[in-house]
């Protein structure tokens, strides 16, 4: 090694040899392709566990049934989500109505999404090996067949694409296009990588702003990621009829500062993906109160942004972290309100760009964090394993008790015989049983009417309960009695009245504990 370069003398500044520590070394291919392959095998073996529910089978079932692009472009109006996550499963509910194929195309996803992270050498071997084990890459996004896990992996890869030694410039603005119709949460953070790209790499100071209009990279790159714009809004514009369902959980409306308030007291999430009812001596209702504005939350929020902040090497990374997960954060109150956890992991998305950002700065770039590099190494560690101890948790769980009892009840009725009978769903959690069973539809009560999936149109009711005209409505002229799936334990006075009889329950759930699902089928008369 020449002396200039001997990382033992005084003769390379700090920032050098930390850039030059994180270089790769001739044996770190098989540091990657160990970590690599375990998650590949583990992975599998929790997708190949875990039980689809409702809103992954939404999906399927919306695309299994509508042949016409027309009438799928339709549709999503009442979904509010983008088209390409259902294009993508286009081609293959042509081929099979197995729902299983849209867990092998998210598998695909999430083990392209973990290679791009551990690929990239100059992130420190302890995040790569700890950001693939995080909540949302491995669990959250990684098992539950989303659109989520195909916004993130072409918001990954986008960046990949822009940094480096060897950019693909035109690859990752088609990346950041594609990205925009994946989900809408994913617009802003796709917009916050194009402006990166070129105004921090084509522009040394605002002055020079104006050099952008004159380059036809920008010119191009600005006609296509507004061209994607506006595909995404022709999708998810709403219907006229479409039901609003995103107030906050008290049903009121509220203003957008309340909005912003309460969905910032949910952004912790994002950083420690740990459910409030898990923290001790009741701290979890001060953390998370339904619809209402938590203190604590919100300061705990501030607190974790402040904190990743301050821990970034470069202003850059910093300013971009800041400004895409304010307006991701905006964006949630704007259209979400009260958001879920899978909502908080966009922000997450966030994050894994601001550190690929952060590392594959020029290495003359000075060390700028607010904190000494010890502390910034814990706190970004430490934000990644407390990602990974609640991914490993929710995996158990998975594996020991279905997220949901779908399929077991689909498989249940086929081998009861019952996978003829008039089926009726009553409830709106049942609707992953039609997709199991690959029955063409069921009598749904959410909706009263005959359908695979639900539009959730003025007409969508999940409180509606079965009737006695329903059942007659389902029954038709079957010689065969109707079977009814309902969410969790009827009352035994409306059974009795409907003429059900309880043939099979499902022990509850550890994760979705309103999947609960109660089998009855109607008296033979």
Not at 490 to 496: E, L, P, S
Request: include cysteine; hydrophobic fraction near 50%; glycine fraction near 6%.
């Amino acid at each position: 090694m020449p002396e200039s370069l001997d990382l033992r003398t005084n003769a390379v500044p700090a920032v050098e040899r930390e850039h030059l520590r994180a270089q790769p070394s001739t044996r770190s291919g098989v540091f990657e392709w160990s970590l690599f392959g375990l998650f590949a095998v583990l992975l599998a073996l929790i997708t190949s566990h875990h039980e689809m529910w409702r809103d992954e089978m939404q999906a399927w079932l919306i695309v299994r049934d509508n042949p016409s692009l027309r009438d799928l472009f339709h549709l999503l109006r009442y979904e509010g989500h983008p088209a390409l996550w259902y294009l993508l499963l286009y081609i293959p509910a042509r081929i099979s109505w197995n729902p299983v194929s849209m867990q092998v195309i998210n598998y695909v996803l999430a083990v392209a999404e973990a290679w791009l992270i551990l690929s990239a050498r100059k992130l420190h071997w302890t995040v790569r090996a700890l950001a693939i084990w995080s909540f949302f890459v491995f669990y959250e996004y990684g098992a539950v067949a989303r659109s989520y896990m195909l916004a993130m992996l072409l918001l990954t890869a986008a960046t990949r694409c822009f940094v480096g030694e060897r950019q693909h410039r035109k690859l990752g603005i088609l990346f950041l296009a594609l990205a925009m119709n994946t989900h809408v949460l994913a617009i802003p953070t796709a917009a916050a990588i194009a402006v990166w790209a070129f105004c921090f790499s084509k522009v040394d100071s605002w002055k020079d702003a104006g050099k952008l209009v004159r380059d036809s990279e920008f010119r191009v790159a600005f006609l296509v990621l507004i061209a994607s714009l506006g595909v995404a809004y022709l999708t998810v514009r709403p219907a006229p009829d479409v039901q609003v369902t995103n107030f906050a959980y008290d049903g009121q409306r509220h203003s957008m500062a309340y909005n912003l308030l309460l969905t910032e007291g949910r952004i912790w999430k994002a950083f420690i993906p740990i459910p409030p009812s898990y923290l001790p001596g009741g701290l979890g209702n001060r953390f998370e109160e339904r619809g209402h504005i938590s203190a604590p939350a919100v300061g705990l929020s501030l607190l974790l942004f402040l904190a990743i902040a301050g821990s970034l090497r470069t202003k850059q990374a910093r300013y971009f972290f800041l400004a895409a997960s304010t307006i991701v954060v905006v964006a949630i109150a704007a259209t979400i309100h009260d958001p879920t956890i899978r909502h908080c992991g966009m922000v997450f998305a966030v994050l894994i760009v601001t550190l690929l950002l952060d590392a594959y700065v020029r290495p003359g770039k000075p060390d700028q964090r607010w904190f000494p590099r010890q502390i910034a190494v814990v706190v970004i560690s430490g934000i990644l394993i407390l990602q990974a101890l609640p991914a490993i948790g929710a995996a158990a769980l998975d594996w020991r008790r279905p997220f949901s009892d779908a399929k077991a009840a689909s498989l249940w009725l086929k081998q009861q015989g019952l996978d003829e009978n008039p089926l009726v769903i009553d409830g709106a959690e049942g609707l992953a049983v039609v997709g199991y069973m690959e029955r063409p539809y069921a009598y749904q009560t959410s909706c009263a009417c005959v359908a695979s999936y639900q539009v959730l149109n003025r007409r969508f009711n999940a409180e509606r309960t079965a009737t006695a005209r329903d059942l007659a409505l389902a029954r038709g002229g079957s010689p065969l009695p109707v079977v009814v799936v309902h969410s969790n334990k009827m009352d035994d006075a409306d059974a009795r009245r409907l003429g059900l009889t309880e043939v099979h329950a499902f022990a509850p759930k550890a994760i979705v504990g309103e999947e609960t699902f109660v089998i009855y089928e109607q008296q033979r008369q």
